[in-house]
């Protein structure tokens, strides 16, 4: 079946650092891939999606490019800053059949902005 | 803007009882999704509905059961309750904006459900 990996966290760095979260997927045919972030108690938010090859999706600064041959959505922030402090969950979903499936998690990575 | 609505935000259970879980979807959105997530756990899909029919089904129990109303609100009924159904329970919508493409998923802000 389909399945996402993420890189485990927690994930700790400085503001104005530069982030990385790493996400690869195992799927059949054209998944469209999610970048989701959940703040403490709160829902998921959709941060950014891609949904074919090569597209980039991008929101707020962070960035994700749409892999096909490394199969590889990984997020980006050239400056991070506190406020960005949170899970962040790498998704994916197929369309098969006209469907409304359901995403796919990864285990979602924890990222701690420390001042 | 209007978003996705659930209710109860929390709920306390004992074993062996029963809950039922309401979400009500943002106006216009068809397609309703409902996850589960454990405590430091990614949420698991579980079962989606579109057009008040079941459209997909994921790792839901067999204890568990859902439906999509006329209005398009969601109920998920949870019978038999286990200690390890105690988690945040997320409910989901979309549009659909053509076949094959339900658009995006909105999530509602989750029922935290305890079983004791």
């Known amino acids: 079946g389909d399945s996402v990996t993420q890189m485990e966290g927690p994930v700790t760095l400085s503001e104005e650092a530069f982030l990385t979260i790493n996400c690869t997927y195992t799927?059949?045919?054209?998944?469209?891939l999610f970048w989701y972030v959940q703040y403490p108690g709160e829902g998921l938010q959709l941060l950014l999606k891609?949904?074919?090859?090569?597209d980039k999706g991008s929101n707020k600064g962070f960035e994700a490019t749409y892999r096909k041959e490394t199969t590889s959505f990984h997020l980006e922030k050239g400056s991070v800053q506190v406020s960005d402090s949170a899970v962040y969950f790498c998704?994916?979903?197929?369309?098969?059949?006209?469907?409304?499936?359901?995403?796919?998690f990864g285990k979602g990575t924890h990222l701690i902005i420390q001042p | 803007a209007a978003g996705v609505i659930q209710s109860p935000r929390h709920l306390i259970k004992e074993k062996r009882e029963t809950a039922t879980l309401k979400c009500y979807p943002i106006p216009r959105h068809d397609t309703v999704y409902w996850y589960q997530q454990g405590p430091g756990q990614d949420p698991q899909f579980l079962i989606s509905f579109y057009e008040k029919m079941q459209s997909d089904k994921g790792s839901i129990p067999d204890r568990f059961s859902a439906q999509q109303f006329s209005d398009y609100h969601s109920e998920l009924n949870m019978s038999s309750l286990e200690l390890g159904d105690s988690a945040l329970y997320f409910c989901?919508?979309?549009?659909?904006?053509?076949?094959?493409?339900?658009?995006?998923?909105?999530f509602g802000p989750g029922t935290r459900l305890t079983v004791t």
């Open positions: 998704a994916l979903s197929q369309y098969s059949g006209g469907g409304a499936d359901g995403l796919t």
């Open positions: 799927a059949t045919g054209y998944p469209s």
């Open positions: 891609a949904t074919k090859a090569d």
């Open positions: 989901a919508s979309s549009f659909r904006e053509a076949p094959g493409a339900p658009g995006e998923q909105y």
